[in-house]
């Protein structure tokens, strides 16, 4: 497994050093400027489509008040999944009586994990307090517009922790600001401003490893909790947050083993099981809620079938996308799915190999975490469309030790980093324009 920067230090004697004020102030101050600038960048995009399709409907309707239209084009950012979010938190799991061509299940809402639909609720009942504003109707707001504040304020913690976790590591300025841009640059991350899950993931993900290397195990379980109540996946965190409480206990060094007493080992458990039941805890609360509320406590996976999609081996991945690629009609509804699926395996293959490239400069704890994310995206496959690994990219999202294992191998390669960075950017204005004209983006 990777090398561990801290290595020189005996693994039961090492605790990390608490970041000063000054390298907490870099770090906010690069993850809010990286944070703010994409920001801004969303911002005009999304104005620029008012402007060239300012009525948003036939060239010979109405002009819409300028306020609708904002409103408007804020609502496009809450396109497909983030309706089921934005429900969830306005009528809870029972979808009873919903009349909705996609709701074929009263409870097939049940496979959307809680935390980000629970905060979009609370911060939906502050804002009631608030006018309501004069112009549209933002998905029956305040629910809409609180979906989006939760997402772009969970983008923002991300983009801090991500920093003060590479400035904890030994990144330089320059390196860190370079692993802001990949990840900001990341063609799908402008699912971290849409109202979606995926900016509270990658927070409470880069959180838990954040406090773990830095030996606050408190804080690490609390963040790991938050991890699995987000998303599904997000029970995995225990994987890498085991490695590193064992690694920095001594547990995987023989020699000690033989040195250390019994004592201090039931103490080290002790420690240990709270924190490393934590993420299966998150996972538990929400199966538990299930089964007082409906009666099953794994609703959560049997709601999986409404949506198509199942867990497949590497190798049944492997024959679904060769056989996919061999039938997949050239476009279907405008889009050219043998293209789309060429894609989806490019992003998945170039985030393996950075991850096994990288993986002897970075602590191994990142390395599983990755290989965790990448891995249950590659075998998470969808007969619901043409391309068997619909969505994969958007789940690589939360890899953010991907774009730390990056910024190390183009760090002294400026025309690959400009590449990269621009190119990236590109994409994803491509993309954010095909989302907010109520396409798909996967």
Not at 338 to 367: D, Y
Request: glycine share 8%.
């Amino acid at each position: 497994m990777a090398t561990d920067p801290v290595a020189p230090m005996r693994a039961r004697e090492f605790r990390p050093r608490l970041l000063a004020w000054p390298s907490w102030r870099l770090a906010s101050s690069l993850g809010f400027c990286i944070w703010l600038g994409t920001r801004l960048g969303m911002a005009m995009l999304t104005y620029a489509t008012m402007i060239f399709v300012a009525p948003l409907g036939h060239a010979d309707a109405p002009l819409q008040p300028r306020g609708a239209q904002v409103m408007t084009l804020l609502s496009h950012w809450l396109n497909w999944d983030s309706g089921w979010y934005v429900g969830i938190a306005m009528r809870g799991y029972d979808w009873s009586g919903v009349k909705n061509p996609f709701v074929f299940d009263p409870l097939q809402a049940t496979s959307f994990f809680p935390l980000y639909p629970f905060l979009v609720r609370e911060l939906a009942e502050g804002l009631r307090h608030l006018p309501t504003p004069a112009y549209g109707n933002l998905v029956a707001y305040p629910f809409g517009i609180s979906a989006l504040i939760v997402s772009n304020l969970s983008a923002l913690v991300a983009f801090v922790a991500v920093a003060a976790l590479a400035l904890q590591e030994g990144y330089g300025r320059n390196r860190v600001q370079l692993t802001l841009l990949l990840l900001a640059a990341y063609p799908l991350a402008f699912y971290l401003a849409a109202g979606y899950s995926e900016a509270p993931m990658l927070a409470a993900s880069a959180l838990t490893l954040l406090f773990a290397r830095r030996g606050q195990w408190v804080g690490t379980g609390v963040a790991a909790a938050l991890a699995a109540l987000t998303r599904g996946p997000g029970v995995l965190i225990l994987v890498p947050v085991a490695w590193e409480y064992g690694r920095q206990h001594g547990w995987w060094s023989l020699s000690e083993w033989r040195t250390v007493p019994i004592g201090r080992r039931v103490r080290d458990l002790a420690v240990a099981l709270p924190v490393l039941f934590a993420a299966p805890l998150g996972t538990l609360v929400y199966a538990g809620y299930l089964w007082r509320r409906f009666g099953d406590p794994l609703l959560f996976l049997e709601s999986e079938h409404w949506w198509r999609r199942h867990l497949a081996p590497p190798w049944e991945v492997v024959r679904m996308v060769v056989q996919a690629l061999h039938h997949a009609p050239p476009t279907v509804g405008g889009r050219g799915w043998q293209i789309v699926i060429l894609l989806n395996c490019s992003v998945l293959l170039s985030f393996i190999v950075i991850t096994i490239v990288s993986a002897r400069s970075l602590p191994a704890s990142f390395t599983l975490y990755s290989a965790g994310v990448i891995l249950l995206g590659a075998v998470t496959v969808s007969t619901a469309d043409p391309d068997p690994l619909t969505s994969a990219g958007r789940y690589l999202v939360p890899a953010f030790p991907v774009f730390l294992g990056l910024a190390n191998l183009v760090r002294n390669r400026s025309g690959l980093r400009v590449g990269l960075v621009s190119g990236g950017f590109f994409l994803q204005c491509s993309f954010i324009a095909v989302w907010l004209s109520g396409n798909f983006v996967d």
